[in-house]
C-alpha cells in the first residue's frame, strides 16, 4: 500500500465528513420545526464549525501531502483556483458565521437565526459546488 494514497484517502474521508457536517446541520436547523429550537440549533451550530474546521484542515492536508510526496504543491490553474479561492472564502466564512452564532445567538431574534442558517446552508452548498469544479478541472 503507496503511503501517500492512505494518506489523500484518509484525508478525503475527512473531507468528506466535513462537508456532510456542514450541509447537513445548516439545512436541519433552517428546515427542521424543533422541538427546542435555541438548543438544538447550538448543537448544530457546533457540528457546523467542527465541519468548516474540517473542511480547512483537510484542505491544508491535501496540499502538504502533495509538497510532501512532490516537493510541490498541486498543478491547478484557470477555473480550478477560481474555484479552490470560492470554496476557501465559504469555509473561512462559514466558520466565522457559525462561531458568531455560538458566541451571540442569545441575543438575536428568531428571524436573525434563521437568517444566519439561511447564510450556512447557501455557504455549504455553494462549497460543495466549488468542489465539483476544482475536481473537475484540476
Not at 451550530?45 to 465541519?51: D, E, I, P, R, Y
Not at 510526496?69 to 498541486?74: A, C, I, K, L, V
Not at 472564502?89 to 428571524?111: D, I
Request: some cysteine; overall charge positive; proline content about 2%.
Amino acid at each position: 500500500m503507496d503511503l501517500q494514497d492512505l494518506g489523500y484517502a484518509l484525508t478525503q474521508v475527512v473531507h468528506n465528513l466535513g462537508a456532510v457536517s456542514v450541509t447537513g446541520a445548516a439545512a436541519a436547523a433552517r428546515g427542521l420545526k424543533l422541538a427546542e429550537p435555541r438548543t438544538a440549533q447550538r448543537v448544530l451550530a457546533a457540528w457546523v464549525l467542527g465541519g468548516w474546521a474540517a473542511q480547512a484542515a483537510s484542505g491544508v492536508s491535501f496540499g502538504a501531502i502533495s509538497y510532501l510526496s512532490y516537493g510541490r504543491f498541486p498543478d491547478i490553474h484557470g477555473i480550478a483556483i477560481g474555484a479552490l479561492m470560492l470554496k476557501m472564502a465559504c469555509a473561512a466564512a462559514g466558520f466565522l458565521v457559525a462561531a458568531l452564532y455560538l458566541a451571540r445567538e442569545a441575543g438575536w431574534s428568531g428571524p436573525g437565526r434563521q437568517r444566519a442558517w439561511t447564510v450556512q446552508l447557501a455557504l455549504a452548498l455553494t462549497a460543495l459546488a466549488s468542489a465539483a469544479f476544482l475536481r473537475w478541472f484540476s
